[in-house]
């Protein structure tokens, strides 16, 4: 089945003949069900470069999930490759991070000591104790939790545990950051707190994000790029550069909104 | 004109209801057996007016005290070796479901003989002492670990472990720093349990060739007719028991945040 697959005139001609950040080529995903194979997503070719932000828009069940997974490393693929600096990768990599849809903090660890969790595993570089000390406390800033560094988990509200599920992978300075719908199970307000937060980090730090999403807003707030994926199987569908500067009033980008929303219904009506 | 008079609500004394069933017990035990329409001395003897005195003499006289610290050394070596053992076991079956299937017809076997049944074996092959109790609380109190252990890291949540696996942890860094912890609740459970049964266990056991402990005492008391003493030592038996079930639940709730 062809698609059409546009993209702006407006690419960056230094980013198109440098290494993409993370490639990934060819990717399928399949699993076994009791009615047989499903494949989650197939020919998935993706490049994202350093210092952007792609977001991955798409339905329920389209694969989104399972292909930010695959990328991480966390589940293997059935076909193709996934390139980290041009290097094939299969697992899970340290300067990779990765934050889910829920908090995933260990309860019986304060805030701090969750982040220091990340941090003192053997595959990241050792730290003295000022260090790991300085290192958390950034973090901590980072995200804006001041004064809850001793909480624990169950002692904060879904925002709160996200933000610190976010500190715990910053402070490990990751080069690539994926996001599984990560401000989706958060109230409206709360989520758009998360988003003003999560584009300040991306501009401080520079720091090239892969995220899921199923929020059209989100996704125009925060991507420079924007791809929508069709489902049975999961594929890419279309794209579009956002090259307007950030922070974006949601009005102003009403005209890609309506494409994208257009796109989405024909994807949903799409014969699988 | 109001009264000034306390209401008769206010005066009334509160009594936590754990505390009525105490009461209760207490009644009962006291209408069975005192003396004051009694006439039998040996159903006197272990009523409670005599029991709190023997026990008073029995603490006074500093009789019992070894007696204690023998039979809890034995109950926490038995508990230490069971819980040594007991828990890496269980980790290891929580973590292969093979070696689980494998396993799991031959523990569930050996699991319901009672350890007693064990204690002339343990006799000929330990000798007199210490070493068989130690070996009977251990064999005892070795299934509650195995078990809630392996139930705990079967129900670690398997988004930690995900999250563990994202972060690069090592498989080493899982067990310890991630399943372990997440186990100590089950853990606490089993420890629970298997105090439960040691404590039960250690009476019979203590009453074969060993020279000192609660249920060597109470053999004692008996072969003296010493009725009321062998009340009082039930009673720190209960008591000691019970201190013991309530520390483990303080921490399972300190552990776990709660309450």
Known sequence: MNQPLTTSSTDNPLQATSIPLLAVQNLQKRYKT????????????????????????????????????????????????????????????????????????????????????????????????????????????????????????????????????????????????????????????????????????????????????????????????????????????????????????????????????????TVMTLPT | MSSTLPSSSVLRFKLPLPLWGLMGGLGLWWLFTTPLWHTDPIVADFSPERTIAALVQLFSHGVIFPHITTSLRRVFVGLFAALVIGVPLGVLLGLSRPLEQATSALFQFIRMISPLSWMPLAVMALGIGDLPVYFLLTVAAIWPFILN???????????????????????????????????????LTGMRLAIGIIWIVLVPAEMLGVSAGLGYYILDTRDRLAYSELMAVILIIGLIGYGLDSVLRFAYQRWTHQG
């Open chain 1, 34 to 265: 009791r009615q047989g194979t499903l494949t989650a997503f197939d020919g998935i070719d993706l490049q994202v470069q350093t210092g952007e932000v792609v977001c991955l828009l798409g339905a329920s069940g389209c694969g989104k999930s399972s292909l930010l997974a695959t990328i991480a490393g966390l589940q293997s693929a059935d076909r193709g490759e996934v390139y980290l600096q041009g290097r094939s990768v299969r697992q899970s990599q340290p300067q990779v991070g990765v934050v889910f849809q829920d908090p995933c903090l260990l309860p019986w660890l304060t805030v701090a000591q969750n982040i220091a969790f990340g941090l003192k595993l053997k595959h990241m570089p050792s730290l003295t104790r000022p260090e790991l000390r300085s290192r958390i406390a950034a973090a901590i800033d980072q995200v804006g939790l001041q004064g809850f560094e001793q909480s624990y988990p169950h002692q904060l509200s879904g925002g709160m545990a996200q933000r610190a599920a976010l500190a715990r992978t910053l402070a490990r300075r990751p080069q690539l950051l994926l996001l599984d719908e990560p401000f989706s199970a958060l109230d409206a307000i709360t989520r758009l707190d998360m988003q003003t937060l999560l584009l300040r980090i991306i501009a401080q730090q520079q720091t090239t994000v892969l995220m899921v999403t199923h929020d059209i807003d989100e996704a125009l707030l925060l991507g420079d790029r924007v791809v929508l994926m069709a489902r049975h199987p999961g594929r890419i569908y279309q794209e579009w550069q956002i090259t307007q500067p950030k922070p974006r009033l949601a009005h102003s980008l009403t005209e890609t909104r309506c494409a994208i929303l257009d796109a989405l219904s």
């Open chain 2, 149 to 187: 252990t392996s139930a705990g890291v079967v129900a670690v949540n398997p988004r930690w472990l995900l999250l563990s696996r994202s972060l690069c942890a090592t498989r080493w860094e899982t067990i310890s720093q991630v399943i372990i912890p997440a186990i100590v609740p089950h853990l």
